[in-house]
């Protein structure tokens, strides 16, 4: 069974640098890509990021927190991480990550998200 | 970026009534890159529809997915007390990926 377990998320200063990571089970890690989706309190989905299988040579960012976020994995430790920086208010919500689906596939995995609580 | 519309925002309906979901796209989505989900309070969303019209595995044959172009709807025939929910849109077809507002389904 496909495991997707994210951690890292806490309460952070304005300004302040978080690393989120989502660790895998259940799956060949190295074949697939790996999105992160945040959720703001009370709001919908946002696609923030995407890295590539394999070597992770493509990574994608949404214009929210290009600059200011690096999405990167590490194939032995089964885990893809989300580098937060320059954290402001509007970060503050739950991160979800999810293995990419591939054409045809009937399923798709989540983990069950982690919190990022920005705040003084 | 293809910005997703969904209507209504929320849909009021008694078990066992028919409920017709809405998802506008801004451009033109390929129906191979159109999907739903649903989230319930508490919980990661789950795929429900990928491909516009093909249920995800486990999903029962209530759900029906249909469209294409800019204009897709998921349709519930009859609703049983695990479907009240929050569905939402997707699109993966350009770029970055972006979801619709949501329409939640809550019983009457």
């Known amino acids: 069974e496909v495991q997707l377990v994210e951690s890292g998320g806490e309460l952070v200063q304005p300004g302040g640098s978080l690393r989120l990571s989502c660790t895998a089970s259940?799956?060949?890690?190295?074949?697939?890509?790996f999105n992160w989706v945040r959720q703001a309190p009370g709001k919908g989905l946002e696609w923030i990021s995407y890295?590539?299988?394999?070597?992770?040579?493509?990574?994608d960012y949404a214009d929210a927190v290009k600059g200011r976020f690096t999405i990167s994995r590490d194939n032995a430790k089964s885990s893809v991480y989300l580098q937060m920086s320059s954290l402001g208010d509007d970060d503050t919500a739950v991160y979800y990550c999810s293995r990419e689906r591939w054409f045809g596939d009937r399923e798709e995995y989540w983990g069950q998200g982690t919190v990022v609580i920005v705040s003084s | 970026e293809i910005v997703l519309t969904q209507s209504p925002g929320t849909l009021s309906l008694s078990p066992g009534e028919g409920a017709t979901l809405s998802c506008r796209t801004s451009q033109t989505v390929r129906s191979s890159y159109l999907a739903w989900y649903q989230q319930k309070p508490g919980q990661a969303p789950s795929l429900v529809m990928y491909?516009?019209?093909n249920r995800a595995t486990g999903i029962p044959d209530r759900f029906s997915g249909s469209g294409s172009g800019t204009d897709f709807t998921l349709t519930i025939s009859s609703l049983e007390p695990e479907d009240y929910a929050v569905y939402y849109c997707?699109?993966?077809?350009?770029?970055?990926?972006?979801f619709g507002p949501g329409t939640k389904v809550d019983m009457k």
């Open positions: 997707q699109q993966n077809d350009t770029s970055p990926m972006t």
């Open positions: 491909g516009a019209s």
């Open positions: 890295i590539s299988s394999s070597s992770g040579n493509t990574m």
């Open positions: 259940g799956t060949t890690f190295s074949l697939y890509g």
